[in-house]
């Protein structure tokens, strides 16, 4: 299917605090299991960004990240995920293990939060949200002359 575009709010917290916020113009395509969302995400204290798509599907979420930090995600209910970051300074053991999926995610708009805990090197570095509001930039604009 061809890329909808989307205008995109992203958040991430640690342990209830702020880590991230970005607003941006991203995509949305549909797929046969669900749908994908590609947006780019700016570097911290750097230029540049790394482009990322977060995969939405009937039972999980899979966020891939490519660039200068490459890493993929897996979150599906009551199952830990392991794998690799890899960063300028090295690669790092990762693991995370969702504790609150929720999809609400259709092709003209949608809502996605998660909760999670994350290890980076086997060391538990707390619980993490994250926060999708997305709508297609197209029905907006319908909303706004309605």
Not at 92 to 117: C, K, N, W
Not at 124 to 138: F, M, P, Q, R, W
Request: charge should be negative.
């Amino acid at each position: 299917m061809k890329k909808k575009r989307i205008t995109m709010s992203v958040i991430g917290m640690q342990e209830g605090e702020p880590t991230f916020q970005l607003i941006c113009q991203a995509y949305l395509t549909q797929t046969a299991g669900g749908l994908k969302l590609h947006w780019d995400q700016p570097l911290e204290g750097e230029e540049g960004h790394d482009a990322v798509t977060l995969s939405v599907s009937e039972d999980s979420l899979m966020m891939q990240r490519h660039g200068q930090m490459e890493m993929t995600l897996v979150f599906r209910p009551k199952t830990r995920y392991e794998g690799l970051i890899s960063t300028p300074a090295g690669i790092m053991d990762v693991a995370v293990f969702p504790t609150y999926i929720h999809t609400d995610a259709q092709a003209e708009h949608g809502h996605i939060s998660l909760r999670y805990q994350l290890e980076l090197d086997r060391q538990l570095t707390g619980i993490h949200s994250l926060e999708v509001k997305y709508i297609a930039d197209n029905h907006a604009a319908g909303r706004a002359q309605a």
